[in-house]
C-alpha cells in the first residue's frame, strides 16, 4: 500500500513538474511573440525564421499596404552588403 501512495506522489510531482515547464515554454513563446511584434512594428520587417541558410522576409508598408518580399543567400553575398540592400528596400 505505501508503494502505491509513493508511486501516486511521485506521479503527481512529475506531472506538476511537467506542468511547470510547459508554462515555461508557453511565456517564453508569448515574450519571442511580442519581440517580432515590436521588431516588425519599428522595422517594418517581417523576417522568415524557417529557412535559416538564406534570409528572408518580407517589408510592409501598412499605410500603402504593400508587401515587398526580399531574399538573400547569405553564401553569395557579405551581412554588410544585405543590410544595405534592405535598408534601400525600407528607403524607398
Known amino acids: 500500500m505505501t508503494d502505491d501512495i509513493d508511486d501516486l506522489e511521485s506521479r503527481r510531482v512529475s506531472i506538476e513538474e511537467r506542468h511547470h515547464a ?47 518580399k526580399f531574399e538573400f543567400e547569405s553564401s553569395v553575398t557579405t551581412d554588410y552588403n544585405t543590410c544595405n540592400s534592405i535598408w534601400k528596400m525600407i528607403d524607398s
Do not use: F
Open 22 to 68: 510547459l508554462k515555461k515554454l508557453e511565456q517564453a513563446d508569448t515574450r519571442a511573440e511580442m519581440k517580432l511584434s515590436m521588431y516588425a512594428s519599428v522595422t517594418r520587417i517581417i523576417p522568415n525564421l524557417e529557412d535559416k541558410s538564406v534570409i528572408s522576409g518580407h517589408i510592409v508598408e501598412k499605410d500603402k499596404k504593400v508587401v515587398e
